[in-house]
């Protein structure tokens, strides 16, 4: 079965300086990784996605992501936030084989972004 | 263009109630699905649908949830005899499938309180 585990419940960082949100994933089958955003009262955005090739991932707003596979994580990461970046970070894994591309989803990130 | 809408936002409902909740899927999309999120947790696969065809349902709980899309356009998730423990945000979102290269787009999710 597959899982994902985002390794940090909430991740406290001032503006403007960078940040890294963890994600690790267990799998036994090819995945495609997700990353994605929910700001309060809203649905979730989609920020990247990883399916095949290079595995630095840019996505919106200025966040990228990098597949491990032999560490089996996809880390978020942002070289500057801003205080509009506060929000709920999901990660999420589609598998390879899946004929419905549902989506398995860590638990969450909440980043606070200080002023 | 208009993206995925639910309804309705927020519904409180006495425990042994039957709820039904919406969701209009975004024009043309063929894939749909639904999703659970309980409170300070990531969304958890409920159902998922083809057109009007429901080809996975192993995410739904229990036999008292209940979800269908008969003309493969507007779906909704009904709850029968709803309990506490139902109390969540439900989630929809709606995609075009090109093989599995494809993105999920949610809706903003009804808010379910059961007391």
């Known amino acids: 079965a597959q899982s994902v585990t985002q390794l940090d419940s909430q991740v406290p960082v001032f503006e403007e300086a960078p940040v890294e949100l963890r994600c690790n994933y267990s799998?036994?089958?090819?995945?495609?990784l997700f990353w994605y955003v929910q700001y309060p009262n809203q649905g979730l955005q989609l920020l990247l996605k990883y399916l095949s090739g290079s595995t630095l991932v840019k996505g919106i707003n200025g966040f990228e992501a990098e597949f491990n596979k032999s560490q089996t994580s996809f880390h978020l990461r942002k070289p500057s936030v801003h205080i509009s970046d506060t929000a709920e970070y999901f990660c999420a894994v589609s598998s390879g084989s899946s004929n419905t591309g549902k989506l398995i989803f860590g638990q969450g990130t909440t980043l606070q972004v200080k002023p | 263009g208009a993206g995925v809408s639910q309804s309705p936002r927020y519904k409180v409902a006495k425990r042994g109630q039957d709820v039904a909740l919406r969701c209009d899927p975004i024009s043309g999309h063929v894939s749909l699905f639904w999703y659970q999120q309980a409170l300070g947790q990531g969304p958890e696969f409920l159902t998922y649908?083809?057109?009007?065809?429901?080809?996975?349902k192993s995410g739904l709980p229990s036999d008292r949830f209940f979800a269908e899309r008969p003309e493969g356009s507007v779906s909704t998730l009904k709850i029968q005899r709803t309990q506490q423990e139902d109390s969540a945000v439900y989630l929809c979102?709606?995609?075009?499938?090109?093989?599995?290269?494809?993105?999920?787009?949610f809706g903003p999710g009804t808010r379910l309180l059961v007391l």
């Open positions: 979102a709606s995609s075009t499938p090109l093989g599995l290269l494809f993105t999920q787009y």
């Open positions: 649908f083809q057109n009007e065809a429901q080809l996975d």
């Open positions: 799998s036994s089958v090819s995945v495609y």
